[in-house]
């Protein structure tokens, strides 16, 4: 069957639905939370109602399996549904009232009253490894809809068709439950996203992708006459650091399970390891043999199949690397190339001596072992790493690991101890950021439900009449929602 062939949105085009996302704004952003509690529940439904039409399109387009597409899919429709309850709870607005006080230390106070408000139009740019949870109707989508902010999503070109029927899903469903006109769209190109970037009617910008492709975003962000907040979810090598403790009690169930947790999804995941710290002296026996028994695999397109390839190819290459495992590519029964695994080792100190080669993050199923001779060399790799989302310690309850995981919270968005990166949780309490090249805001989780405080902006109201507050700073509290009240938390009656 012939697929239809899909257009660069024109200029006019996005002219057009950046005027209608403008013109969406207010009414969107003025709708109390339960409203769009509705409207992302609505939402869901329908995407969930779609999911045998959606999931042959991904599968054709990603090469990814059809159980591994259903399972994000669900993941895709419960984070909209965990957004609803978090509009719900209303706790996220952060309403806080300072009533007037005329003896009030500093001077007689007026009457203040802060909350926050959506900062309007977003642009969102989505991933090519999830093609649901991190794209069109993923995490910035789903924290910037909730925020209240009409959304414009940039569809990946290694899923462009996906991107046009989940967008058309998700707007008519917002339609329906009563969002107006222009709450979301989708539009397509490379020139498109440059455009959408600059377009004078978005207010912030939701991306995660490549380095080289968030910087250069990041960059026509800032420069524009009025800079916009991007949040950019980047690069991360998610750095493995293993004791010598850990290692006598349990090296060959660590090893296996590091093969597991670098080669899952081909390597594709953005929280996947790619640095592997163990003690000199280690047998790496049992690592060898369980990624030499990987099989091969395919990985998302040519484009991400190209960056790997030379990826590897400068890796191996390396003086200082020996080649424990080499990767190979071959056709499958489809036709397409999959591709094995790819190990390699180095010391401490060739790592050190080495970074921006050594510590480079190769998409795909390939990853660094480094042997440390001493806990000293072993904490100066984690001074030397940048910015990650993750960073594991296998360790033992009672050797002195605290320096090292305090060195780590520094660098790194997540911190886990005796687990694995890959498998980012959608719950409260996550955090999928960090220092740059990780994000390019520090100050901010991509998942997790606060999330949504990227796109919302504190408004304080000082002697404001009741009847022109919003609804959540006024006296009667209508939203029913907790507030700060003169430095006191007030729940409200259940």
Known sequence: ??????????????????????????????????????????AADALDAAADELVPVAQRESRLPEPRLRGELARTTFQLRLFAGTLEDGGYLEATIDTADPDWPMGARPDVRRILQPLGPVGVFGASNFPFAFSVAGGDSASALAAGCPVVVKGHPGHPELSVRTGEVVSRALRAAGAPEGTFAVVLGDETGRRLVLHPQVRAVGFTGSIAGGRALHDLAMGRPDPIPFYGELGSINPVFVTRGA?????????????????????????????????????????????????????????VESGFSSGVDSLVSHPEVEVLVRGEASANGDGEQAWTPTLVRTSARALLENTSELLEERFGPASVVVTYSTE????????????????????????????????????????????????????????????YPASTSVLHTSVGTTAIRRFLRPVSYQDIPQHLLPDALRDDNPLGIPRRVNGELELPAK
């Not at 062939?5 to 996005?14: G, K, P, R």
């Not at 597991?260 to 390891?273: A, E, I, N, R």
């Not at 984690?382 to 690991?401: F, I, K, M, S, Y």
């Not at 990166?421 to 959608?426: D, Q």
């Open 247 to 303: 290692v006598d009690a349990r090296g060959e169930e660590i090893l296996s399970g590091y093969a597991g947790s670098f080669t899952l999804g081909v390597g594709q995941f953005c929280t996947k390891p790619g640095v592997l710290l163990l003690p000199e002296g280690t047998s790496l026996d049992a690592l060898v043999e369980a990624v030499r028994q990987r099989p091969a695999a395919a990985m998302l397109n040519e484009r």
């Open 1 to 42: 069957m012939t697929q239809p062939t899909l257009q660069d949105t024109s200029e006019t085009e996005l002219d057009r639905t950046m005027d209608a996302a403008a013109g969406a704004a207010a009414e969107f952003g003025a709708l109390r939370p339960r409203e769009r509690a509705t409207m992302l529940r609505a």
């Open 376 to 435: 000293e060399e072993r904490d100066q790799v984690a001074a030397a790493l940048p910015g990650q989302l993750t960073a594991t310690v296998h360790a033992e309850n009672d050797e002195p690991v605290g320096p090292l995981v305090t060195q780590l919270a520094e660098r790194a968005g997540r911190v886990l101890w005796n687990g694995w990166p890959t498998g980012v949780s959608v719950t409260h309490a996550m955090h999928h950021g960090g220092p």
